[in-house]
């Protein structure tokens, strides 16, 4: 028996052209010869529809389009495709999250999702009632376990702490499948494609069944999805690999399987890399722009975002900004110009000090009697900021955000000057982390891609003389070690401080993070490349007083 998993790329709410990436799909696997396809978690929607499922006018939508899909691929194979189905019933939430099956030209058998993550990105509970109870498609005589993403990932083998109180594969596996499907939509982060190829393994040898899983690819709002569906054998051997970080259609013979080695090894930075430009490409492609806008500073920031997307929509599409002050240095200058030539794309200049002047009048009589401090710094940001917004509204070009995790994190930005975009690329990177994906770049491409001058530098924002981030911020490889234990693993500030940091710097540090909330809440979407983003997942208050930091 063939099973086709297809990979694909939907887009939220496009049910026409996600239904024609499954029809494409389907073709393909029926070429191959397969009896069964199997589309991501949510396909026909698009994942996350967010509250686009709380619109009755979408879920009828929904299943007209599926109605239609199943007729067009009347005498293909049969195609499981998720969707969100009403919840007939008067209790519970008003819909399940479905895989339905298209048979023969019609709606046929319905899977529900049993688990539902309420962590992180996710919130179906908002929105899905969860199902219990074992759910088998039989087909060719072969008895399918149908799962839906969450429900494989509560092995009481596998976890050291259960999320949920219930394990819907050993359901099935008590109801006698042969094997086990799992329809996913499931959001890259570093590290994580290797814990699931561990877990899925874990649990096909655990069981004595294959195990199939298909994931979507691309991206979606600031959620990137890797794709790399796959297949294990009964003895946790893969058997199938879907391509990462694209589309795929990946057949599996349940009869004739044969085990792969292990999967390539990659570094953190070419994984960070691939996301960043899928997500990038996708966003800017799926919110209907054909180019981007963004300054250049002759930063390391500036300059990631500016090969990042001359890679993700091409170096044509691309328009860099410099807007020098008379604090700018001409080395910054420079540099930004000979980033823009190693990347072939644009680059236009507005000097921003006559705008200064103009301010500077403006505002001489209310400042009178005032030192110069960070509100004249400020004042440049938005400066900047109100001419890339201009330039972005002219061409009708998206205009990407360049500052990264570090400084979100801790507020080293500018309310409606640097924060100004649509788009905020690498706000989900580290400081550190953005000079290694640099170097692994200019070593990859064999050639300094970015300037070297631009790597060794000392950062600055360059608002004032002789500045540099280091005036006002600990060294980024002390900051972003604090902000890691804080922000992704939890560590209280006196954890942190055992590990050997300094105090006053730690709580001067989650100081700045908390204060800082009201920032991130009116942030351009950051696409999520770690396991705690800033963004859909980050639900902090902004009017608080959290002791153990003061």
């Not at 074992?134 to 399918?144: A, G, N």
Request: charged share 25%; aromatic share 6%.
């Amino acid at each position: 028996m063939k099973i086709a998993l297809l990979q694909i790329n939907p887009t939220v709410g496009d049910l026409s052209g996600n239904a024609q990436l499954i029809s494409e799909g389907v073709a393909a696997a029926q070429r191959a010869g397969a009896q069964l396809a199997v589309t991501p978690e949510l396909a026909l929607a698009g994942y996350l529809p967010r509250d686009l499922l709380l619109s009755p006018g979408f879920l009828s939508r929904c299943w007209q389009a599926a109605a239609s899909l199943a007729a067009a691929l009347a005498g293909g194979p049969a195609v499981l495709v998720g969707l969100p189905e009403p919840n007939m019933s008067d209790e519970g939430r008003p819909l399940f999250n479905t895989a339905v099956l298209l048979r023969d030209g019609r709606l046929d058998e319905r899977f529900r999702k049993g688990l539902l993550p309420t962590y992180d990105v996710f919130d179906e509970d908002r929105y899905f009632e969860p199902f219990r109870g074992p759910q088998v498609l039989t087909l060719d005589s072969r008895r399918l376990g149908i799962s839906i993403c969450e429900d494989v990932w509560n092995d009481r083998d596998f976890w050291k702490r259960r999320r949920y109180h219930f394990d819907p594969i050993q359901e099935l596996i008590g109801a006698g499948v042969d094997a086990i499907v799992n329809l996913s939509a499931s959001p890259f982060s570093v590290g994580k494609p290797h814990l699931r190829d561990q877990m899925l393994s874990s649990m096909a040898a655990k069981h004595k069944r294959p195990v199939l899983y298909v994931n979507q690819a691309g991206g979606n709002d600031d959620l990137v999805f890797d794709g790399r569906s796959s297949a294990f054998d009964s003895a946790g051997a893969p058997t199938a690999r879907g391509r990462s970080f694209a589309t795929d259609v990946v057949i599996v013979d349940l009869d004739k399987s044969t085990p792969l080695g292990p999967a390539p090894e990659r570094a953190d930075e070419a994984e960070i890399w691939d996301a960043l430009v899928l997500g990038t490409r996708d966003y800017v492609r799926k919110c209907g722009f054909s180019s981007v806008v963004l300054g250049l500073s002759g930063g390391i920031d500036s300059a990631l975002t500016a090969a990042i997307a001359a890679e993700a929509v091409g170096p044509d599409h691309v328009l860099g900004v410099l807007m020098p002050s008379p604090f700018s240095s001409q080395g910054s200058i420079d540099d930004s110009l000979e980033l823009a030539r190693h990347l072939a794309i644009a680059t236009l200049t507005l000097p921003i000090e006559p705008a200064m002047k103009a301010m500077e009048l403006t505002l001489d009589e209310a400042f009178r009697g005032t030192a110069r401090d960070v509100t004249e710094e400020n004042i440049q940001a938005r400066l900047r900021g109100n001419l890339l917004m201009a330039l972005s509204n002219k061409r009708g070009a998206l205009l990407l955000t360049t500052g990264n995790k570090s400084e979100l994190a801790v507020g080293y930005c500018t309310l409606y000057g640097d924060m100004s975009g649509g788009l905020a690329v690498i706000a989900d990177v580290p400081k550190t982390m953005v000079y290694r994906i640099a170097r692994w770049l200019n070593a990859t491409k064999k050639g300094a891609v970015i300037p070297e001058s631009i790597l060794t530098k000392a950062p600055s924002a360059e608002l004032r003389p002789n500045q540099t981030d280091q005036d006002s911020l600990p060294p980024y490889d002390v900051l972003d070690n604090i902000l890691q234990r804080y922000i992704e693993q939890h560590e209280p500030a006196e954890a942190i401080v055992a590990a050997g940091f300094d105090a006053a710097t730690v709580r001067r540090v989650l100081g700045l993070v908390g204060r800082a909330e009201f920032k991130r809440k009116q942030a351009a979407p950051g696409l999520k490349v770690t396991d705690r983003a800033f963004g859909t997942g980050w639900r902090m208050p902004i009017a608080a007083r959290i002791e153990a930091v003061e």
